[in-house]
């Protein structure tokens, strides 16, 4: 018989060596990872759960309650991490059985959505997950960004500006999409860690955006051989931004790039040669300015109380009865069908018999990225991943779920 549940501390050395045997790449010891769930049992919202087949430990998982920032509401929403199977038990549905497990779970505490980053992304498609914004990888010389701005404002971080900080990111996550609020032991392990360092810009005693990053070997591996790795670049106005790259510009002396990680598509826009250190050419003259990566998955878990959640915001500031059939065969209890009724942007969820104007079915997969605003509705139409009763109302559908603030996020789970 099989059973999944939280676990207990005389479980965990099993959960470390279900961990290790799945993520080698993870270079991690036992006595690291030991460190590592002390400070994760110290974190509230997160919870580790096991599989248990006749008792014995076969899969584990971290269950994360996150709130995130979705089109001007605060969501939970559950985040799932560390998704491992006993080497000796893979291939059972062990897996299969935890993400059910985690899905409904989260219906249970009332959240309509959930994220995870996915190892291998056709996994989780497969179990309905959607994808989300891609991330754009720059690397570059220090002296390829702009002459603007000062560092005069930018310092380093300790844990004595946390408030500060963690004032500067809500605020940035109140104007934005798919930011999830930093716990109190998140916030606790970025400033204690020996890798991670933040550089923040002050107007006054107030922060007024930051730059999160870590050194790395460079690509020569020697002593003096280094590049500095950006996690997150966050600003509050343009100005800000540019006092940032004036600091990041000032370590030229000591680094041999910069290798930047973000959401921004255009970054290239800002460097005197966007060429990527890379010498990739491909027709006719392209040159490669960046590398780009799937990460986090969204999947919806209850659409009538997404809907619900969103009663204030503007879906476009559009008027149309759309009926939307949503199939999902990995979680038969969320598939449905409803109609969206919208009057002014304002979207109410109706019977699926009420009349209607036009009518979309797609699988919950794609549905999760369109709510989101990681996908743009024509994307979806154009490669018929959805069906449209009447292409006449494509425009509208399309301005109904548009943002050009689509998701980002920079917590790691
Ligand atoms: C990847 C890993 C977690 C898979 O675990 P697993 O227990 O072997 O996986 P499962 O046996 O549950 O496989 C998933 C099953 O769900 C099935 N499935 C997925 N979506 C489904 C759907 N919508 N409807 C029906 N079945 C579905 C798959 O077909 C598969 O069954 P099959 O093998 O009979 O085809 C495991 O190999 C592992 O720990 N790997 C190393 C760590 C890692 O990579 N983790 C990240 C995972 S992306």
């Not at 990888?137 to 004595?160: D, I, N």
């Not at 107007?203 to 020697?222: A, I, N, T």
């Not at 009420?354 to 979806?380: C, Q, R």
């Amino acid at each position: 018989m099989r059973e999944i549940r939280p676990l207990t501390n005389h479980e965990l050395e099993d959960y470390i060596t279900i961990q290790l045997n799945a993520y080698p790449g993870v270079r991690v010891t036992r006595e690291q990872m030991r460190e590592r769930m002390a400070r994760m049992q110290a974190d509230p919202i997160l919870s580790l759960v096991g599989l248990f087949d006749e008792g014995e430990l076969t899969g584990v998982m971290r269950l994360y309650d996150f709130t995130m920032q979705l089109h001007g509401a605060p969501l939970l929403v559950g985040g799932l991490g560390g998704v491992a199977v006993a080497l000796d038990h893979k291939k059972e549905k062990v897996a299969y059985e935890m993400v059910q497990f985690f899905l409904r779970h989260y219906r249970e505490k009332e959240a309509s959505l959930t994220a995870l980053y996915p190892f291998r992304a056709d996994f989780y498609k497969q179990m309905g997950f959607g994808y989300g914004r891609k991330l754009n990888q720059y690397r570059f010389h220090p002296h390829q960004l702009p002459k603007r701005g000062t560092k005069a404002h930018v310092g380093l971080l300790s844990s004595r500006d946390r408030y500060a900080f963690n004032a500067c990111y809500q605020r940035v996550m109140a104007r934005t999409n798919g930011m999830m609020e930093n716990s109190p032991a998140y916030l606790d392990a970025m400033f204690t860690g020996d890798s991670l360092r933040v550089a923040g810009c002050w107007d006054g005693d107030e922060l007024r955006g930051y730059v999160q990053f870590q050194f790395e070997p460079g690509r020569h591996r020697s002593l003096l051989s280094n590049e500095l790795v950006v996690r997150a670049l966050v600003y509050e106005e343009t100005a800000v931004l540019y006092d940032l790259l004036a600091f990041l510009r000032s370590q030229a002396d000591q680094i041999e790039s910069i290798v930047l990680n973000t959401h921004d598509d255009d970054f290239h826009l800002l460097l005197t040669d966007p060429r990527n250190t890379g010498d990739l050419i491909f027709p006719t003259v392209y040159q490669e300015s960046n590398i780009q990566g799937t990460g986090i998955m969204y999947r919806l878990i209850d659409v009538p109380r997404f809907f619900g959640l969103l009663r204030d915001h503007s879906f476009g500031g559009q008027t149309c009865r759309l009926k939307v059939q949503m199939a999902d065969n990995f979680l038969p209890e969320n598939a449905g069908a409803w109609v969206l009724d919208v009057v002014d942007g304002r979207a109410q969820l109706l019977p699926a018999d009420t009349p209607h104007d036009v009518s979309l079915a797609l699988d919950v997969a794609e549905f999760s990225s369109l709510v989101t605003g990681a996908i743009g509705f024509k994307t979806l139409l154009n490669y018929d991943l959805v069906e449209l009763s009447d292409a006449a109302c494509t425009e509208t559908i399309h301005r109904l779920f548009y943002t050009d603030n689509k998701p980002v996020c920079f917590t790691s789970f």
